[in-house]
């Protein structure tokens, strides 16, 4: 569409697109996705025209498929932490609240245990923090005491059915170390979930079942009670479903609160690579969006006109080789004759450019994990952030931890989660199963947080 298509035509030819629901959406997901759509245009009322190609894919008829990504739908855990008793259903985007301490870290080291689990680095996972004593609950740290409990369940969007996957492990407190005591996976159809079949396999009394062995354990070398089952499933056999969750968990990726100090990585010159996803430490992002802007242009305007929304100034960007094959940043702005690299940049400038990238590039996450991403942001830019949030959701599974009331303000009471701490033990709790509709009628969730009406407060 051209530069001067005009917002209600374009929003109206969005509706159509989705009310044609190619992907058999429900009615409240055609309407969540008309609201985003809406917000999108209404960001441009002081404007007769939209930026050019706003929207990510090459047709906004493409863009607005609802992709057929697999969730974790539900998580129970015991004994990790804070978590001694907690089962979590898990919808497209997540966002914790809650005060420090109140275990909204501990989900996500949930995940991150499951992800490091799949790609056998399990025993690693637990060193980085400290040995299993220091992960396991503190009243249940003794050896012969009850175990750690993870379990995780893989399902597609509920309206598309199929298969379901439940996965869980036991791992128990050794003199020095621990072991995995039991582990199973199974699955069933989406519509018969409480009638999953056998295991596809079993982990326990130090043998390994599958459905077909029946009771009989097949033969293996010797197994790793230090690491997932899963990632030792004989390769002469076919253990699909194993290998679909042992994929969808490797795929999971973690973003902390992005470093910008003087010699931070996102400041200095990096190496041109053929990197598609932001890491961690921004240590590649040049080279992202570089390629971005090759090998998917729409995309990259998109980003662009966000970009300029957020830094009205803001021309172009270019990405000027500095020697030894490595690459800088130039930022083109209207309010200087020359550019800006990234060391003259804000830290909110940095961490808006990064969250960007990782929030529009094609390269999607299974499950992405946003520990704080509000740091050093701007209420406004707040705001993009959150539309940007949903707008991924929509494409894959988001899992938030956030102190930002400016945050929670645009968000759906299906999309909060509120930690609380009693007696040493987390409880979650999802907003919408709260009393809220009175309230919201006056207030929004920002207020019913700061109010005490949400919970999730010291």
Do not use: C
Request: charged letters at 25%; hydrophobic letters at 40%; zero cysteines.
């Amino acid at each position: 569409m051209n530069r001067q298509t005009n917002k209600a035509d374009r929003l109206r030819q969005i509706e159509e697109i989705l009310w044609a629901n190619p992907e058999g959406l429900t009615r409240a997901e055609i309407a969540r996705r008309l609201g985003v759509e809406r917000s999108t245009i209404s960001r441009y009322i002081d404007s007769d025209d939209l930026p050019p190609d706003i929207f990510i894919d090459e047709s906004d008829k493409d863009r607005l498929k609802l992709d057929r990504r697999l969730q974790i739908t539900q998580i129970v855990v015991h004994n990790l932490r804070s978590l001694v008793d907690v089962t979590l259903d898990l919808k497209s985007l997540n966002v914790m609240i809650g005060p420090n301490g109140a275990g909204k870290t501990a989900l996500m080291e949930v995940l991150l245990l499951l992800h490091s689990g799949a790609n056998g680095d399990l025993s690693s996972f637990f060193d980085e923090r400290g040995g299993f004593h220091s992960v396991i609950s503190a009243t249940t740290n003794q050896t012969g005491q009850p175990p750690m409990t993870v379990g995780a369940r893989l399902a597609p969007p509920p309206h598309l059915g199929g298969r379901v996957t439940n996965f869980e492990v036991e791992l128990r407190r050794l003199q020095i170390g621990y072991a995995i005591t039991a582990e199973s996976l199974e699955s069933g159809t989406a519509s018969t979930p409480g009638n999953l079949r056998n295991a596809e396999y079993a982990f326990q009394d130090g043998k390994l079942y599958t459905s077909k062995s029946a009771n009989e354990p097949i033969p293996l070398p010797k197994l790793r009670s230090s690491e997932l089952m899963l990632t030792q499933l004989p390769t002469d056999r076919p253990f699909r479903e194993s290998l679909r969750f042992k994929e969808f968990l490797s795929a999971i990726d973690f973003y902390p609160p992005l470093q910008v100090t003087g010699r931070a990585p996102i400041r200095l010159p990096q190496p041109l690579t053929p990197a598609t996803k932001p890491d961690a430490e921004g240590s590649n992002l040049f080279s992202v969006l570089y390629n971005l802007r090759i090998s998917h242009p729409e995309t990259y305007e998109r980003l662009l006109a966000l970009m300029r929304q957020a830094f009205p100034g803001l021309k172009r960007f270019e990405f000027p080789v500095v020697g030894a094959g490595q690459v800088t940043l130039a930022w083109y702005d209207e309010s200087s004759k020359q550019p800006f690299y990234p060391g003259q940049l804000s830290e909110g400038t940095l961490r808006f450019l990064w969250l960007a990238a990782i929030l529009l590039t094609p390269a999607q996450s299974s499950i992405l994990l946003l520990d704080e991403p509000e740091v050093s942001l701007h209420p406004q830019l707040i705001r993009l952030l959150v539309a940007l949030l949903q707008d991924y959701a929509m494409r894959s599974q988001v899992v938030v931890a956030t102190h930002s009331s400016d945050l929670v303000r645009w968000l759906e009471p299906d999309e909060v989660i509120v930690a609380d701490k009693e007696d040493g033990q987390t409880r979650f709790t999802r907003a919408d199963t709260l009393d809220l509709a009175e309230w919201l009628a006056e207030y929004d969730l920002r207020d019913l947080w700061q109010m005490g009406h949400l919970g999730g407060r010291v």
